[in-house]
C-alpha cells in the first residue's frame, strides 16, 4: 500500500471539499455522482493506477484511464490536480471562460491526464478498448481502467463494446460502473430500468466482480483483484454500488444533485460535513 | 483540350484496397478496422498480410469509431472502412467528439458514396457525407477521382497527422490519372488549362467532366478543368486564380447540391471575388435503385449536363 485507508479517506475527502466548491464557484455542474465517485477516484489514482504525472497522450508504459460519463469532470480534475497533473489552484477556473477545465472532459485544451474528450454519453468504453488493444500491438503490459455511469448504459454503444472486448479476449482492461441507480429524471428503475445489470454483463463474457465504492477499504482491494484478473482471457467489469451525492447528508442517494449546484447556505452545511485535510485551492 | 484516355476502368474502392495494403507494408502502424464489409472495401490484401493488425467489429459501427479513437493514443494509425453512410451519418457524434473534438489520427475511409452504388437503393446512397464531414472542425475531407488517385490519397493521408474522411465509390470507372502521381493534400490538380469557364469537379465527376469538356471544345468553348480532390482544406487559390481568368464557374459532385463542393466554393467566390456559378449536384433528394449510368442520368449528373451549365453560366458573366 502507498497510503493508508485513513490517508486514502482523508483524501477524498478534500476532493469532495474540491468538488463542491468548484460546482458552487460557477453555479453549475454535476455535484452528486462526483461525491459518489470521489472514493473510487482516489483509491485509483493514489493507490492502484500505474501512472506518471508527467503526462504523455500515449502513456507507453503506464496505465490508462478514460472517464465516459463526462459530466463527473469536478472529482476526476480535483484528483488529477491532487495527485500532481496539474496545480490544484486551477480548479478555481473550472467552467470560465478559457480554462483547460471545460464543463465536460477535453484534449482540446491540452489539459494533461486527459486523453480523450468525454460528455456526449456511451462513447468512453469503445475507446478504452480500443486503447486496450493498442497496448496489446505494442507488447505493454499496462492495465486499461475506465468508468461508465449505470444510466450511461441506456445508450446502445456500450452494448456493442461489451460484446466486442470478450470475443477478441481484450483482457486488460478494467471497466467500472458507477451503479448508483440515479440519472437526470429519476431512479434509474423508473426512468428504463437496467434490470440484472450484472447477469447481462456474464452473459456476454465479462468477468464480473461487485464493490462496495464508498468503503474505501473494499473499493482498493477490489481494484487489486481485478488487477489480478487481468491476462486471463477476458475482461473485468466492476460493477461499484455508490451513492450519489456520498458525504453529504442532504445530497446523499438522490438525483436531485445530478447537475445542481447548492446554494452558500448549503455549501456552507456541505463543507461542515466534509474534513479539509490537505487545505482548499 | 488536352486529351485524356484510358486502358483499363476499376472501381475506386479497388484502389483504396491497394493503398491499405501499401501502407500497410510502409508502416508497421498502421491498423485497418471494418464492419463486417471486407469484401466490399477490397481489405483482403491488407487482412492476409496483416492479420494481427486488422480488427473485425463486425456491425457495430459506433464501436468501431471508438476502438479506432483509441488505438491512435497508443500511436496507431486507425483506418476505418465501411460503406460512407455507416461511415459519417450513423456515426455523426461518434466521430464529432472521440475523433474530431478530441483531435485523433483516424482515417474514416468510406466506400459506396453517392448514387453510384446503384441498385441497394436510397438507404445506402448517402449525398449528404460530404456535408457532413466538412463542418467539423480539423476534418480533411477527400473524394479521389480514379483507381490510382485513390491509391496515391490513402498513402498520402498515412503521411498526414489529424482526422480525415475519405470517399470513394463502387462503380468501375476510367483509369486516367498517373500511376506514380504524387498526392498533395489540399492541392488541385489542373486537368485542362482554358479560359472561357471553369470546372471544378470531384470523385466521380472528374471523367464526366473531361467528356464535357471534350463535347464544349467542338461547341468552341475553352473550357478549364479543375478537380478539387481535397474539399477541405480547399485550395481556394487555385479556384480564384482559374475564375479570375475565366469569369464564371460549374461545380460538379456526385453529392447533394447543399453541404458539398459547390457551397464551398459559392462561400469563396462570395467573399473573394464574385462570379456567377452553376451546380451539377443533386438536387436536395434522396437517391433510388437503379443501375448507376440511369442514376446519374435521371439525377442530372451527366457530362450534357455539364455541357448546359457551361453555357448557362457563360451567359451570366458579370
Known amino acids: 500500500m502507498k497510503h493508508t485507508i485513513s490517508e486514502l479517506e482523508d483524501i477524498a475527502s478534500q476532493v469532495r471539499r474540491d468538488c463542491l466548491r468548484m460546482v458552487h464557484a460557477v ?50 480534475y480535483s484528483v488529477l490536480a491532487r495527485s500532481g497533473y496539474f496545480d490544484v489552484s486551477e480548479l478555481a477556473t473550472f467552467r470560465k471562460l478559457d480554462t483547460r477545465l471545460q464543463g465536460h472532459p477535453t ?21 478504452a478498448i480500443g486503447a486496450a488493444l493498442a497496448k496489446k500491438l505494442n507488447g505493454d503490459k499496462s492495465i486499461i481502467y475506465t468508468l461508465m455511469g449505470d444510466g450511461e448504459l441506456q445508450e446502445g454503444q456500450n452494448w456493442e463494446a461489451l460484446m466486442f472486448a ?16 440515479q440519472q437526470i429524471d429519476g431512479p434509474t428503475e423508473k426512468v428504463l430500468s437496467l434490470e440484472n445489470l450484472q447477469a447481462k454483463f456474464e452473459v456476454f463474457g465479462w468477468h464480473v466482480i461487485t464493490s462496495d465504492g464508498n468503503d474505501m477499504a473494499e473499493i482498493v482491494k477490489a481494484l487489486h ?24 447528508d442532504f445530497m446523499v442517494g438522490t438525483h436531485k444533485w445530478h447537475g445542481s449546484a447548492p446554494s452558500d447556505a448549503q455549501l456552507e452545511l456541505a463543507l461542515n460535513q466534509l474534513k479539509e485535510t490537505a487545505g482548499d485551492y | 483540350m488536352k486529351k485524356y484516355t484510358y486502358t483499363e476502368k ?25 464492419a463486417d464489409l471486407v469484401g466490399s472495401l477490397k481489405m483482403d490484401a491488407f487482412i492476409k498480410d496483416f492479420p494481427e493488425r486488422f480488427v473485425q467489429v463486425g456491425i457495430a459501427e459506433a464501436n468501431m469509431m471508438g476502438i479506432a479513437a ?28 472521440s475523433i474530431a473534438y478530441s483531435g485523433k489520427n483516424v482515417k474514416i475511409c468510406a466506400s459506396h458514396a453517392g448514387l453510384t452504388l446503384g441498385e441497394d ?99 468552341g468553348i475553352d473550357a478549364e478543368i479543375i478537380n478539387i480532390h481535397t474539399i477541405k482544406p480547399l485550395d481556394e487559390e487555385a479556384i480564384l486564380k482559374s475564375v479570375k481568368k475565366t469569369g464564371c464557374v460549374v461545380t460538379c459532385e456526385e453529392h447533394n447540391k447543399f453541404g458539398g463542393l459547390g457551397e464551398s466554393v459559392a462561400r469563396l467566390l462570395t467573399t473573394e471575388y464574385l462570379a456567377p456559378q452553376e451546380f451539377v449536384a443533386v438536387n436536395d433528394s434522396f437517391g433510388e435503385s437503379a443501375t448507376p449510368d440511369q442514376l446519374m442520368t435521371k439525377y442530372k449528373l451527366d457530362p450534357s449536363d455539364i455541357v448546359a451549365a457551361a453555357q448557362k453560366v457563360m451567359k451570366r458573366k458579370i
Open chain 2, 10 to 34: 476499376k472501381d475506386t474502392r479497388s484502389g483504396f484496397g491497394a493503398g491499405l495494403h501499401e501502407a500497410g507494408k510502409r508502416n508497421e502502424n498502421v491498423v485497418a478496422l471494418c
Open chain 1, 166 to 181: 470478450p470475443f477478441h479476449k481484450v483482457d486488460n482492461i478494467i471497466a467500472s460502473v458507477d451503479y448508483n441507480g
Open chain 1, 107 to 127: 484534449t482540446h485544451e491540452g489539459l494533461p491526464g486527459i486523453r480523450v474528450a468525454s460528455g456526449s454519453l456511451g462513447q468512453g468504453l469503445s475507446v
Open chain 2, 121 to 219: 437503393g436510397a438507404t445506402h446512397q448517402i449525398l449528404e457525407d460530404i456535408g457532413l464531414m466538412k463542418m467539423l472542425p480539423g476534418m480533411v475531407v477527400i473524394n479521389p477521382c480514379d483507381y490510382n488517385q485513390t491509391k496515391a490519397a490513402t498513402l498520402a493521408i498515412m503521411d498526414y497527422e489529424g482526422p480525415v474522411y475519405l470517399r470513394f465509390g463502387r462503380p468501375v470507372i476510367p483509369v486516367f490519372t498517373p500511376e506514380d502521381q504524387k498526392f498533395e493534400i489540399g492541392k488541385a490538380w489542373m486537368v485542362n488549362e482554358g479560359t472561357d469557364v471553369t470546372i471544378i469537379a470531384t470523385g466521380h465527376m472528374v471523367w464526366r467532366a473531361i467528356e464535357a469538356g471534350e463535347k464544349l471544345a467542338e461547341l
Open chain 1, 27 to 76: 453555479q453549475s455542474g454535476h455535484p452528486g455522482a462526483s461525491l459518489g465517485c470521489a472514493d473510487f477516484f482516489t483509491a485509483l489514482y493514489f493507490e492502484v493506477l500505474n501512472h506518471n504525472t508527467a503526462f504523455t497522450m500515449e502513456g507507453a508504459g503506464e496505465d490508462l484511464f478514460f472517464l465516459s460519463n463526462g459530466h463527473i469532470s469536478p472529482v476526476w
Open chain 2, 70 to 97: 483509441g488505438l491512435t493514443i497508443g500511436g496507431k494509425i486507425p483506418f476505418t472502412g465501411t460503406f460512407a453512410n455507416f461511415s459519417t451519418g450513423r456515426v455523426y457524434d461518434q466521430i464529432r467528439q
Open chain 1, 225 to 248: 483483484y481485478a488487477k489480478s484478473l487481468t491476462g486471463k482471457g477476458k475482461p473485468i467489469l466492476n460493477l461499484m454500488s455508490t451513492q450519489m451525492g456520498y458525504g453529504v
